[in-house]
């Protein structure tokens, strides 16, 4: 009976022994013809599980480039690129200036929401003190326009921007940006709209009373 026991626990050891090398042979899989290639899918889930997201979200859809190729560009409204205020309403006199604001760039872009676009407009500007002017609080009358190729406006917003030059300073810069703009998308794809900017008198109010000393 021992010799039955000790057989059968040899060929235990010994399916075993056999079942290994089978799992080892099985390990290169397509035998030596498969030696030394690079087991994609393995690295690619071992990445994922590395890098936490063996599960990734699905894929957004494209960003639409060609609308932000097409975004129509910036100009300046004729005659608007500067804000003169003077002492005296109604004068032009150089040495009666208060302050001068100018407008120094500007930049622009375009975004897809479907059946319509949505427009940023950025702008950057400098106030400058003039003779008759001090340091303080001041308000700028912005215009920023939307026109389409036969020049018909299709936005139009004047914005109030805040600048203030500080005391012992006798200029500021200051930045704008409009992202509140929202058009239809023409069929043309924006050929020959522009988007305009500009300094508009007509909407102005007047500076703030509080002026900090030199």
């Known amino acids: 009976m021992r010799?039955?026991?000790?057989?059968?626990?040899?060929?235990?050891?010994?399916g075993a022994a056999a079942c290994l090398v089978a799992l080892a042979a099985c390990s290169t899989v397509g035998g030596d013809a498969d030696?030394?290639?690079p087991a994609q899918k393995s690295e690619g889930f071992a990445t994922k599980?590395?890098?936490g997201n063996a599960n990734p979200p699905p894929?957004?859809?494209?960003?639409?480039?060609?609308?932000?190729?097409q975004c129509p560009p910036v100009d300046v409204l004729q005659g608007a690129a500067a804000y003169p205020v003077y002492d005296t309403?109604?004068?032009?006199?150089?040495?009666?200036?208060?302050?001068?604001a100018t407008l120094a760039d500007t930049a622009r872009e375009c975004s897809n929401?479907?059946?319509?676009?949505?427009?940023?407009?950025?702008?950057?500007?400098?106030?400058?003190?003039?003779?008759?002017?001090?340091?303080?609080?001041?308000r700028l009358p912005l215009r920023i326009a939307v026109v389409d190729e036969q020049n018909r406006p299709v936005y139009s917003q004047n914005h109030v921007v805040d600048v203030t030059v500080?005391?012992?300073?006798?200029?500021?810069?200051?930045?704008?940006?409009?992202?509140?703009?929202?058009?239809?998308?023409?069929?043309?794809?924006?050929?020959?709209?522009?988007i305009l900017v500009g300094y508009d008198p007509a909407a102005a109010t007047p500076a703030?009373?509080?002026?900090?000393r030199r």
Request: proline fraction near 9%; aromatic fraction near 6%; charge should be positive.
């Open 3 to 14: 010799r039955v026991h000790a057989i059968l626990a040899n060929a235990a050891r010994a």
């Open 208 to 212: 703030r009373a509080s002026r900090a």
């Open 35 to 37: 030696a030394g290639k």
């Open 113 to 138: 929401l479907g059946v319509e676009a949505g427009l940023r407009v950025g702008v950057v500007g400098r106030v400058i003190l003039g003779p008759k002017g001090a340091p303080g609080a001041f």
């Open 166 to 194: 500080p005391a012992g300073q006798t200029q500021a810069d200051f930045s704008h940006i409009e992202d509140n703009i929202v058009v239809p998308i023409p069929e043309n794809r924006f050929a020959g709209w522009r």
């Open 89 to 100: 309403p109604g004068s032009n006199d150089p040495f009666a200036l208060r302050y001068q």
């Open 49 to 51: 599980l590395l890098l």
């Open 59 to 69: 894929v957004t859809p494209p960003e639409d480039l060609a609308i932000k190729r």
